[in-house]
C-alpha cells in the first residue's frame, strides 16, 4: 500500500482553491494537513473544504515548516515571495511545488535551483499545460524525431481583453510583471519542453503600456482601474538559441487583435511542423505532397504517460507526487523553470533599454 504523504499548502488564494487543492483532494496518498495565508480567514476556509481530520491552519509560514512531519509544501502566494518561501521550506527538508513563475526575478530562480541541489529534495514548477492531451501528444511526436531538428518556434500567450482585476495581478512591485510574466510564461515554458532547447543565446523584447491607461475598458472581468495597472498590458520577445533555434513568443492581456490564443505553440522542424491553435495539427510532406493532419485526442492517451486523459491539474498532481515516491525527476524541473525565468526577464530588460540582452 501506497505512504500517504503529508502535505502543506502555503497561499490559500484563488490558484490554490482553483488548481491545487482540488486535484491534491483527489489523491488518496496524501493528506493535506496543514494551511498557510497571511489571511487568517482563506486558510480556515480551506482547511474545512480540504483539509485532514486535525489539520492546522497558520498565519506564518515559518512555523508552519518547524512541523517535521509535513513531506511536501506547495506555494501558491504571489510571484515574489516564492523563492524565499521555497527556500524555506526546501531548508526545511520539504519537498516543493511553486506555482509558475518559478520567482520574480532570475537571480531568485537561480537561488531556488542551488537550494534543491543542495538540500536533496525535489523541486518542481506549477506549469500544468504540459499535462494537456494536446501537449502531451505533440511531445511524444518531438521525442520520436517526427518533426526533425525544430528550428524556429511560437510561443503564444493572446487575450483580446482579459485583464486580472483581482489579487496583485496589477501589481509590478508583487508580480514582477503582466501577462509575459503571467501567462507568456506557460506559452515559453512549453515551447523549451517540446524544443527540449534551454540554452539561450541572445534576447530581444519589446513592452507596451498602451490600453492599460483607459478609463471604464471592455474586460472580460469587469473594467480595470488605470491608477493600480503598474504592469504592461502586452509584451514580445524574440529568443535566438545557442545552436541557431528562433522562437518568437507574443503576449497580451489587452490588444486589438482576433488572433487569440494562450498556452500554445506553433513548431517548424526539418521533417514537419505542428500547431495548437485549432486543436492539434501535424503538417509535412510526404512523396512530394504536402499534407496537413489533424490529430483526433479523444481516442487514447499517451503510452509513457498513464492516464493522460485526465484533467491536467489531475496529473500534474498525480505525477508530481509519483516522482517523490519513486524518486525520479519531476516532469517540470527546476533547471528547466529557471531558464523560462532567465528569458522572461531578458525580455523585460531589453524593453526597457531598447537593446538586445546577450545570456
Known sequence: MSKVHKLAII??????????????????NVEIVAFCDIVEERATEAAAKYGAEGARVYTDYTELLKDSS????????????????????????????SEKPMAKTAHDAKRMVEAAERTGKKLTVGYNNRFRS?????????????LGDIYFAKAHAIRRRAVPTWGVFLDEEKQGGGPLIDIGTHALDLTLWMMDNYKPKV????????LSQRENAANAWGP??????????????????????????????????????????????????????NGLRINGEKHSRLF???????????????????????????????????????VVTPQQ???VSQILEAIYESAKTGKAVYL
Open 11 to 28: 497561499g490559500c488564494g484563488g490558484i490554490a482553491n482553483g488548481k491545487h487543492l482540488p486535484s491534491l483532494s483527489k489523491l488518496n
Open 70 to 97: 509535513i513531506e511536501v509544501v506547495h506555494v501558491c502566494t504571489p510571484n515574489d515571495s516564492h523563492a524565499d518561501i521555497s527556500i524555506a521550506a526546501l531548508e526545511a527538508g520539504k519537498h516543493v511545488m
Open 134 to 146: 494536446d501537449s502531451l501528444h505533440l511531445k511524444a511526436l518531438c521525442e520520436s524525431g517526427e
Open 203 to 210: 534576447v530581444l523584447g519589446t513592452a507596451y503600456h498602451k
Open 224 to 277: 480595470w482601474d488605470p491608477a493600480k495597472f503598474t504592469v504592461e498590458d502586452s509584451a514580445f520577445g524574440m529568443i535566438v538559441m545557442e545552436d541557431g533555434a528562433t522562437i518568437s513568443l507574443e503576449s497580451s492581456w489587452a490588444l486589438n487583435t482576433l488572433e487569440v490564443d494562450e498556452a500554445k505553440c506553433s513548431l517548424s522542424g526539418t521533417e514537419g511542423g505542428a500547431d495548437m491553435k
Open 292 to 330: 496537413t493532419t489533424d490529430v483526433d485526442l479523444s481516442a487514447g492517451g499517451v503510452a509513457f504517460y498513464e492516464g493522460s486523459s485526465e484533467n491536467p491539474a489531475d496529473l500534474e498532481m498525480k505525477l508530481w507526487i509519483k516522482a517523490i515516491e519513486e524518486d525520479t525527476e519531476p
Open 337 to 339: 523553470a529557471f531558464v
